[in-house]
């Protein structure tokens, strides 16, 4: 159950006649009055004698009681209160009471015979009700009504679980604002699937990816098609901003322009600053190489350099500082909004998805340390540099590889958060792995069948060597592994990892051992893209020639003298030290 606390207004007969208009809205039906101050008010949704000019005037009296000095400019407040999809349709009678306990909480009419403020309730959807009132007391004093969002948030909790409603994970005050009920509406009158605000703060989260000044930062706002307004000191210094869409237009017929900081509490610019400050500042060694990298080289090399970074942030989630992990994990939605920005078709909404719901959880009040995830806002430049990927050949199978890190990347984040009691961040982050698991599939199916195919044609004789080889270095998982359909991928990798020198089973038992595997779906898969990443293989083997009877022959007699191919051993060997 969300109760949405709206900014003060100033006119209350207006918000009443949108709260009683049917014929503009498709959820405004049957419009009538649940509960009141005095439980007698006029309603002019079932009473034909009752006007809202009688409403109006009703709640109004107090306020025009006072002195025309003393009456509050905005003295109207309002919140709605609607309950999830998938709870049980209210009666009236339950509303009633839910709209009660929310005046008493936040300080508008708390009972007890403590002056209150006057109040109704109206009902004119199954899923929802409005509070509107008037911000002076009985007596013509000010409520005390200080942060009563976070009082209706609290009580609400109570509410659900009293009720047996789906029970929203508490929020710490760090969630971006919800758009209105009057923003909703204005996207639905125009036909857009988000509102203003909501559409705004996904550009701006995309064009911050991996952005490192103010000017690449308003130059990806302009590219986007936003309108910008600048705020500067008098000595010329920029100080903010606001962004509109070109087609959202008040009644005057001007854009509406919305600050960064009220899209959400880091888009502020001088919060936005902070990470490509960060990006100035010393990291430690073994991860400066990664983070100054000077360019992409191509959707899929930005994709397979993501999936490094990514699998190094993974570590520094799970052991490494709070100031730092929160760090990571900012930079982890930084690297979701890239990916989706430039993901192929097939992919594109889940990604997106992925993206809009992690965003909740890259926030926490575990204030992030800046520099040490130099390395993901490098991946989250190189995704925008390369390009849009195409959605086969290398292209499609490094985005696969990648996506397979983050749902790992995300998840921890999702354990992160929940060992530190933030529930609607853990969430959110379950969410996008859920999300991520969907693109995965998608973007998975056409690399892996071909690994699985030139699994099932490798030779009995090779597919029992890989099934011992499997054995001794994986023993508690090679039952599982076997039985799964990405075993044949997985051999076929083995294969072409032997072919080209890699000392197999110290592979394999390395990347089996950095990370638990119990959340993955398959781990033959997991252990595919891990092994293809370290051992520098093509992520798409579909333009490779099968191994030949005396390439097998050959790599056999290397690994089992212990000798390799010049060279290729040395660069898995130390692809494994920087992956650790």
């Given at each position: ?33 649940v ?15 009752a ?39 209210l ?42 009132a ?21 009580e ?84 903010g ?16 322009f ?71 994990i ?19 909404r ?61 998840t ?23 999300h ?64 080209a ?21 398959s ?12 051992a ?21 007699r ?15 060997e ?7």
């Amino acid at each position: 159950m969300i109760p949405s606390v709206n900014p003060s207004g100033s006119d209350t007969r207006g918000l009443l006649y949108y709260l009683y208009e049917t014929g503009k809205y498709e959820d405004h039906t049957d419009p009538h009055l649940v509960a009141s101050f005095d439980g007698m008010s006029p309603d002019p949704g079932r009473d034909p004698s009752a006007t809202l000019t009688d409403l109006q005037q009703l709640l109004d009296q107090p306020v025009m009681a006072l002195a025309k000095h003393a009456r509050p400019a905005k003295h109207v407040w309002h919140t709605s209160v609607r309950a999830d999809p998938g709870d049980r349709i209210l009666s009236d009678e339950e509303w009633a009471d839910i709209a009660r306990r929310i005046v008493a909480a936040t300080g508008i009419d708390p009972g007890d015979g403590q002056p209150g403020c006057r109040w109704a309730a109206v009902r004119h959807a199954d899923d929802h009700i409005h509070i509107v009132a008037t911000l002076v007391t009985e007596d013509g004093h000010r409520p005390d009504d200080f942060r009563s969002g976070a009082r209706a948030q609290a009580e609400a909790r109570l509410i659900e679980k009293e009720l047996g409603l789906h029970q929203v994970a508490p929020g710490d005050g760090t969630a971006a604002q919800r758009p209105t009920s009057a923003e909703r509406h204005k996207a639905e009158r125009q036909g857009r699937e988000r509102t203003a605000r909501e559409e705004l703060r996904e550009t701006v989260r995309r064009a911050v990816a991996g952005a490192r000044s103010d000017e690449e930062f308003f130059d990806r706002l302009a590219a986007a098609g936003l309108l910008i307004r600048k705020r500067a000191a008098p000595s010329g210094d920029l100080l903010g901003y606001k962004v509109a869409l070109p087609d959202d237009l008040n009644k005057d017929g001007e854009p509406v322009f919305y600050p960064g900081a009220r899209l959400a509490p880091d888009l502020s610019l001088p919060r936005i600053r902070e990470r490509w400050a960060g990006d100035a500042q010393d990291v430690p060694a073994a991860r400066r190489e990664d983070a100054t990298r000077t360019g992409p080289g191509g959707p899929a090399a930005a994709r397979r350099g993501t999936a490094s970074a990514v699998w190094q942030a993974v570590l520094v989630v799970e052991h490494g500082e709070d100031a730092v992990a929160a760090a990571h994990i900012a930079a982890a939605g930084e690297v979701l909004d890239a990916l989706a920005k430039t993901s192929a078709a097939h992919t594109r909404r889940e990604l997106r998805d992925a993206a809009t719901a992690f965003e909740r959880a890259s926030r926490s009040h575990v204030r992030a340390v800046r520099g040490h995830d130099r390395a993901l806002r490098q991946a989250a430049r190189d995704l925008v540099q390369g390009g849009p990927a195409l959605g086969r050949g290398e292209d499609g199978a490094a985005t696969a590889m990648t996506i397979d890190m983050l749902f790992f990347l995300i998840t921890a984040a999702a354990h992160w958060h929940a060992r530190k009691g933030h529930a609607q961040q853990a969430e959110a982050a379950t969410r996008a792995a859920a999300h991520l698991r969907t693109a995965y599939q998608a973007a998975a199916a056409q690399p892996l069948g071909v690994l699985y195919q030139r699994g099932r044609r490798l030779s009995r004789p090779m597919l029992q060597r890989q099934t011992v080889l499997l054995r001794e270095a994986l023993p508690e998982l090679a039952e599982q592994i076997l039985a799964e359909p990405g075993w044949y991928a997985l051999a076929a990798t083995l294969a072409e990892a032997e072919a080209a020198g890699h000392d197999t089973p110290v592979l394999l038992s390395d990347v089996a051992g950095r990370r638990e595997l119990g959340t993955a779906d398959s781990v033959s898969d997991v252990l595919v893209w891990r092994m293809r990443r370290t051992a520098d293989l093509p992520a798409d083997a579909s333009h490779l020639p099968e191994t030949s009877t005396a390439g097998r022959r050959s790599a056999t007699r290397g690994t089992t003298t212990g000798r390799s191919a010049p060279g290729r051993q040395r660069s898995g060997e130390d692809t494994s030290r920087k992956a650790r």
